[in-house]
Nanobody, 125 residues
Framework: QVQLVESGGGLVQAGGSLRLSCAASGRTFSSVAMGWFRQAPGKEREFVGGINRSGSTTYYADSVKGRFTISRDNAKNMVYLQMNSLKPEDTAVYYC??????????????????WGQGTQVTVSS
């Protein structure tokens, strides 16, 4: 079992920045790959970015590449999503997810077996 709690969402103007945090508990954190997804109203949940177990490899959706950065601190059981140059189309509920099934970066929701409750990010124009 892995419990995930996101924080750091909020309202920001276009061009601004936010850092989301995800605290994990319940399992050795370095044994799980992590990812961030988002879901906007009326749309399906989409992959934002992922990071492997050690933190040595990351992968991003094209829509956020160059603007968002994922990192993790295995000593603190934390994963972060630094979001810069935010756009109104980044508005969504953001979820962190954990995978106990794979070693590398996972880009599909089906590859994750634990999810947080989500945190709202709203970017105003």
């Amino acid at each position: 079992q892995v419990q995930l709690v996101e924080s750091g969402g909020g309202l920001v103007q276009a061009g601004g920045s936010l850092r989301l945090s995800c605290a994990a508990s319940g399992r050795t954190f370095s044994s799980v790959a992590m990812g961030w997804f988002r879901q906007a109203p009326g749309k399906e949940r989409e992959f934002v970015g992922g990071i492997n177990r050690s933190g040595s490899t990351t992968y991003y959706a094209d829509s956020v590449k160059g603007r968002f950065t994922i990192s993790r601190d295995n000593a603190k059981n934390m994963v972060y999503l630094q979001m810069n140059s935010l756009k109104p189309e980044d508005t969504a509920v953001y979820y962190c997810a954990a995978s106990t099934k794979f070693f590398g970066v996972i880009t599909t929701a089906a590859g994750y077996d634990y999810w947080g409750q989500g945190t709202q990010v709203t970017v105003s124009s």
